[in-house]
């Protein structure tokens, strides 16, 4: 147990509609990662915050956002579903969110556009 | 092109056997190389951390890095039906940026058959 939570664990949805995505990281750790895995792409970067404000952003998508609340948990939205955003999504979590340290990942969000 | 490449495999071997995993990159900026192990249905876990070049042991698994060839390696020896899983190269920068996201290579699917 990595000790970084996420949910829902399962997710099915139709296109067109809006989902949201909740993580909640490892006790002391400031930073929040999303990450997207699908079986043509690979694990892929999408965004990054550190306590509360966002850091680094990779390839996410327009119709796609995040938050970092006060409480540090992070919320990932994603709209206007396409079959193509059915995928895992990971939160990960770090102390400070700088290069080279240990990321901690949750068990994922397994979306499912129909 | 990609930045991180790693050949998708699968990669079947026998109980006993020497394995081999590897990356290549194209990003002079990463300084930081991971391997991420990642069992069916469930999040990255980090299996070996290597910061610049060179060469780190823990139990029956070597990670090498060159970073003149931008070439990065794991060895698991006396691999065991337990090391089936897929394994991630993952990599990160230095400098101003200070994020710590990772790029992941496509992952490697190991089985170790008994």
């Known amino acids: 147990d990595s000790g970084v939570t996420q949910t829902p664990k399962h997710l099915i949805t139709a296109t067109g509609q809006r989902v949201t995505l909740r993580c909640s990281p490892r006790?002391?750790?400031?930073?929040v990662y999303w990450y997207q895995q699908s079986l043509d792409q690979g694990l892929q970067f999408l965004i990054q915050?550190?306590?509360?404000?966002?850091?680094a952003k990779g390839n996410i998508l327009e119709r796609f956002s995040a938050q970092q609340f006060p409480d540090l948990h992070s919320e990932l939205n994603l709209s206007s579903l396409e079959l193509g955003d059915s995928a895992l999504y990971f939160c990960?979590?770090?102390?400070?969110?700088?290069?080279?340290?240990?990321?901690?990942f949750g068990p994922g969000t397994r979306l499912l556009v129909l | 092109q990609k930045e991180v490449e790693q050949d998708p495999g699968p990669l079947s071997v026998p109980e006993g056997a020497i394995v081999s995993l590897n990356c290549t990159y194209s990003?002079?900026?990463?300084?930081?190389f991971m391997w991420y192990r990642q069992y069916s249905r469930k999040g990255p876990e980090l299996l070996m951390y290597?910061?610049?070049?060179g060469n780190k042991e823990d139990g029956r698994f070597t990670a090498q890095v060159d970073k003149s060839s931008k070439y990065i390696s794991l060895f698991i020896r006396d691999s065991q039906p337990s090391d089936s899983a897929t394994y991630l190269c993952?990599?990160?920068?230095?400098?101003?940026?200070?994020?710590?996201?990772?790029?992941f290579g496509q992952g490697t699917t190991l089985q170790v058959k008994p």
């Open positions: 990960a979590s770090s102390v400070d969110g700088t290069p080279g340290e240990t990321q901690y």
């Open positions: 290597t910061y610049s070049s």
């Open positions: 993952a990599m990160s920068g230095s400098g101003s940026s200070n994020t710590g996201k990772l790029i």
């Open positions: 915050y550190y306590n509360g404000e966002e850091r």
């Open positions: 006790s002391g750790d400031l930073s």
């Open positions: 990003n002079s900026a990463f300084q930081y």
